[in-house]
């Protein structure tokens, strides 16, 4: 079946970038996610990106995907502490609507 | 602004009664809406998938029975939690698979009901 994979914590300072990767195992996945969840609320779409592209940048936001290898990954320039927050990466399933999530990286920014 | 409301935001029950989660698209239809919920430090886990005017689509281990899906509208969507346990006690999180101007179609999530049964 579907896995999505991510590690669990990544701790960095004010100012630096932050890289949070992800592997899936669905290489039919048409569109892939990077959502984030502040404590106690609910998931906020942040990017996304088609699977035939190899990079998206979106302000602060750089994903790259490898779609050989299955590894996506999501660069946060100029972390701020507003930044701290869980990031889950998704996929589609293979029906192609429901969302398969990793467990999600907890990310925490220090000043 | 917030596409998709969910209510009530937290909801603390005795064990044995039923509890009623609203899930509401804002400013779109959604044919389709999903039920997450989330343990802690777990990931979101899908417990099924609802489309407007159908039966819905549990997971497996998902008891339909005890977690009762209506989707009776385009912008509606509701969660029963029947004869809540504390097991029942989670984060439980709706999506709804629509298409806002200018973005790709994509799901988007509710703030999350937090549940807890005595």
């Known amino acids: 079946g579907e896995d999505v994979e991510q590690s669990l914590f990544l701790s960095v300072r004010e100012g630096d970038s932050s890289v949070i990767n992800c592997t899936y195992t669905?290489?039919?996945?048409?569109?892939l996610y990077w959502y984030k969840q502040e404590p106690g609320a609910g998931l906020q779409l942040l990017t996304y990106?088609?699977?035939?592209?190899d990079m998206k940048q979106d302000q602060r936001l750089t994903v790259l995907l490898n779609k050989k290898d299955k590894h996506l990954s999501l660069r946060i320039a100029d972390t701020q502490t507003g930044d701290s927050a869980i990031y889950f990466c998704?996929?589609?399933?293979?029906?192609?609507?429901?969302?398969?999530f990793g467990k999600g990286t907890t990310l925490s920014v220090s000043s | 602004g917030a596409v998709v409301s969910q209510h009530p935001s937290r909801v603390i029950c005795k064990s044995g009664t039923s509890v009623k989660i609203e899930c509401r698209s804002l400013d779109f239809q959604a044919t389709t809406m999903f039920w997450y919920r989330q343990f802690p430090k777990k990931s979101l886990m899908l417990m099924a998938t609802s489309n407007e005017g159908s039966k819905a689509t549990y997971e497996q281990g998902v008891e339909k029975d005890k977690f009762l899906i209506n989707h009776a509208s385009l912008t509606l969507s509701t969660l029963t939690v029947t004869s809540a346990h504390p097991e029942d006690s989670s984060f439980y999180i709706c999506?709804?698979?629509?298409?806002?101007?200018?973005?790709?179609?994509?799901?988007?999530f509710g703030p999350g009901t937090r549940l807890l049964v005595l």
């Open positions: 990106i088609f699977s035939n592209m």
């Open positions: 669905d290489s039919s996945s048409t569109y």
């Open positions: 999506s709804a698979r629509g298409q806002l101007a200018g973005v790709q179609e994509t799901q988007y």
């Open positions: 998704a996929e589609n399933d293979q029906a192609g609507t429901a969302l398969i």
